[in-house]
C-alpha cells in the first residue's frame, strides 16, 4: 500500500448554515485510527473558513468569526435542486468553492482510498458532488461514504456513485473494508472504551480555534424526536480525568482557549461524569471557556453542579426544554417539565449566570403542533428571564416520531431527503404559516 487515504468533510447545502463550534470530529477520529495502524491520511475540509485562498480573492466576502471559535462559513448563491424549486429563499453552498476544493486535490498525493463523511440527511447534494469531483479527479480510486446520512438514509445514500457506503461506526466498518480492499491484516481500531481511542488528529485542522471533547456517545433518553438511540444504541462514557487530559493537552499543545461540548447527555448522572470533570478542571486551575449548544439537560441541574459549571467556564449554556404543553412533554419522552426550568434557572443565577444569557431551545413545527402552543412556550420562557430558541423540527427516519411525520407532512419525506429540511417546516400543521412562524421568530427576538 503507497499513498495516503484522503478524508474529505463535504459542503453544506442549505437555505441557512452557521458554524456553531462545528468540527467533523468523527473524520479527524478516523484520521488518528489510520495513522495509529500505520496509514498516512490527507485531509480536505470544504467547510474552513480560514483556507489560504480565501484572502487571495478580494472579490468573495470573507466569513465573519469571532474569537470562541463560532462564525460564519463562505457562502455562495447556488441554483436549488429541482424538488425546493418552488421555496422562496436563496440556496447556498457553504464553504469554500469549487475551485479551491479542486485547486486543494490538485496539491494532494494520488490516495488509494477516498472516505468522505456526512451529516444531515439533507445536505446530500453537497456530499454528492464531492463524490463526483474526486471521482473526476482521482479516477479509479474506490470512495466511501459515511456519517449520518449513510445511516439515516441508507437506502437513498447508495444512489450516490460512492463504491462503499459504511453504516455504523468506523472502528467495525473499516477495519472489514481494508482487509476486503488491501487485504491488510494488521488493522486494528478499537472497539472497547472510548479512552482507548488517539486524541482526533487536529493537526489537520488548519486554524483550531476551538475543539470539540467527546466525552460520551449515545444517551439513556430516548425521545420521539431524536436520533440518537439509531447512531448510537448503547450509551458509553469515557473517564472524567482522561475527558481533562485531552482538554489539558490541547490548552498545552495548540494553544486552545474554547471547548465545545456535543455529547447528548453531558449532565446526565452528574457524579459519574460531569461532577469530577469540572472539579479536576478548577483543581488544575485550567484556564478556557466552554461551550455547549447541543442542548443540555435542565433536570440534571443542582446547586453542585451550577456552581461547578459557573467556576470552571462554561459560557455557552443552551439546554433543551421543547415545548411547555404538559401533553406534549409526555409524548416526547418526559426529560423535562415545567416547574424544573424555573428551579434550574434559579440555581444558575445563584451561581452567577444572568438569566438573559441562558437559551433554551423550543420545538416548532412538530406534527399537529399549533402556532399557539409555540407562542405559550416562547411566553413562559421568557416569564422565567430565560432566552427562547426555536429549533424547527427536521423529520428523522427511524424515529419514534417518523411514522407521525410521514402522515402529517405534504411532502414525500420517506422519498426525497430534501424534504426532511426544517427550513420547510415540513411536518407543520396547516393553521402554522410561514408568516406565523415568522412572527413567533419575531417573539424570541424581543427585548
Known sequence: MTGPILLINPWIYDFAAYDFWNKPLGLLYLASLLRANGLSVSYVDCLDPYHPDLKKNPNLKQPRRTPSGSGRYLTEVIPKPGPLRSVPRAYHRYGITTKMFTDTLDQIPQPILIMITS???????????????????????????GGNYVNLAYSHAVQSKADFCLAGPAEKSVPVLLKELFNRDAIFLPEGELDSHPYPAFDLVRCCDQVPIMTSRGCPYRCSYCA????????????PLRVVDEIDHWNRSLGVKHFSFYDDALLINSEELIIPLLREIIRRNIKVHFHCPNGLHLRAITQEVSDLMFQAGFKTLRFGFETNNLSRQIQTGGKVFN???????????????????????????????????????????RSCGARPFLAEYSPIPGTDLWVDAVMSSPY?????????????????SRELTFEKYNALKQMTLLK
Open 119 to 145: 451529516m444531515m440527511t439533507y445536505w446530500y447534494p453537497g456530499v454528492w458532488d464531492v463524490i463526483e469531483l474526486s471521482r473526476i479527479k482521482f479516477p479509479g480510486v474506490p470512495v466511501v461514504l
Open 412 to 428: 414525500p419525506i420517506a422519498r426525497e431527503p430534501l424534504f426532511q429540511n426544517n427550513t420547510l417546516l415540513p411536518c407543520s
Open 339 to 381: 416547574e424544573e426550568l424555573s428551579e434550574a434557572l434559579h440555581l444558575l443565577e445563584l451561581s452567577g449566570y444572568r438569566r438573559n444569557d441562558i437559551g433554551i431551545y423550543l420545538l416548532c413545527g412538530l406534527p399537529d403542533q399549533s402556532a399557539e402552543e409555540i407562542g405559550q412556550s416562547i411566553r413562559f420562557v
Open 228 to 239: 440518537s438511540h439509531l447512531l448510537n444504541p448503547s450509551f458509553k462514557r469515557r473517564n
